[in-house]
């Protein structure tokens, strides 16, 4: 009587192509945005340096640049290209309504990195104890 047994070769050669597959892929696939903290200023540093350039943008969908209000992003885009074109720094703050979704913040966004903005730091808002 001959036995029939299973050749597991194949399985195994498989098996081991899949493991090299799910080794190699999620690297590749990873995506991100690259985060830098904020380094702590010591105390007698005297606040905000010169120069610095915040974005606001209010519950009514109105930005403030440097407390200048732009009634719409396309306004506050078109000023956004005229400060950053003769720029070295291209930095901006932006600072948002806690109420607003989140998509308006991320069009914000979009307008800056229009107008040539290579760094964008969120102002988180201050917790009132």
Do not use: H
Not at 45 to 68: M, R, W
């Amino acid at each position: 009587m001959a036995k029939a047994e299973p050749n597991v070769v194949p399985l195994c050669d498989v098996l081991l192509v899949l493991l090299i597959i799910f080794m190699v892929i999620p690297p590749m696939v990873q995506k991100g945005i690259d985060v830098r903290l904020p380094e702590v200023a010591s105390e007698g540093s005297g606040g905000q340096p010169a120069g610095l350039i915040v974005c606001t943008l209010n519950k009514d969908l109105t930005v403030n640049i440097n407390n200048e209000n732009y009634p719409g992003l396309q306004n506050a885009g078109d000023e956004l290209r005229r400060l950053y074109s003769t720029r070295s720094d291209k930095t901006i703050f932006l600072r948002a309504d806690v109420k607003l979704p989140f998509s308006k913040v991320v069009d914000l966004i979009d307008v800056c990195k229009g107008a040539g903005v290579d760094t964008l730091g969120l102002v988180p808002e201050m917790i009132d104890e």
